[in-house]
């Protein structure tokens, strides 16, 4: 009789494993149409966890004319969603109806520039507040932008949001070089293998002037990873086929 109980006790932990959450990113992109392999709670707020081949993940990408939500706690940031330009070009995508090209440098994990995407702006009172776990007890916002494309999006393909933090205006990445003359005299003064930016003398490197100016990225939740869902048609073929199996299945037991 033991034994019984043990099995329903496995699976609730079992479960409990899968869906324990993780740390929620600060910003990033979900879909209701579910992710691939979700392991992170916040990865199945907006739709179920769906099975995919292993080393696989991302949020499925609705039909051309659906919607994403990008989710930040960022309160003051200016945030921005994004593609690659094999999706700007190739798949004609437009957010909201639009899309700019942005070339910011190249955000950690992500292609080359060029990027598309538009500007969401600073999230304010047209975000909506994620009222529940796991995105409580900070105060996380959420705002829902519409995609379009053409064709289909491939397993290599990217969707994902950005923010401008660091004061400066439009967006700066990991390959971004800015040189700042702030100090009141013409041109910008050197010191050796020194350069002085923002009234410091900093080492004349690249990545240092990467990494001081640098904008945010979001992790994870960023792939579109070309999970798309069946055409409404393929839907219904599929569905009437599962009817006549059944069907089929009851015939054969009442003969």
Known sequence: MKKLFMIPAIAILIAAGVTDSHAVPSLGVGSSFGYVNAEDAYQTYWGSSILGPSGEDGFVVGP??????????????????????????????????????YDVGVFRSYKPVPYYGIDLGIVNSSWSTLP???????????????????????????????????????????????????????????????????????????????????????????SARGWQVPEAGALLLFGTGLLGLVGYRRARRMQ
């Open 64 to 101: 051309s004319g659906s919607s994403l939500h990008v989710f930040t706690n960022i309160s003051g940031a200016d945030i921005y969603i994004l593609t690659t330009a094999d999706v700007g070009v190739g798949n004609s995508i437009t957010f909201n109806g639009s899309v700019n090209t």
């Open 132 to 222: 529940k776990n796991p995105f409580t007890p900070d105060p996380f916002y959420a705002l829902d932008v519409s995609v379009a494309y053409t064709g289909a999006l491939g397993t290599d393909q990217w969707i994902f949001a950005a923010a401008d933090t660091n004061g400066l205006a439009e967006l700066q990445a990991e390959a971004t070089t800015i040189w700042v003359d702030d100090n009141g005299l013409a041109d910008i003064q050197t010191r050796g293998l020194r350069v002085r930016i923002d009234g410091n003398w900093v080492t004349f490197d690249a990545d240092t002037f990467t990494d001081y100016h640098r904008d945010d990225s979001s992790p994870k939740t960023t």
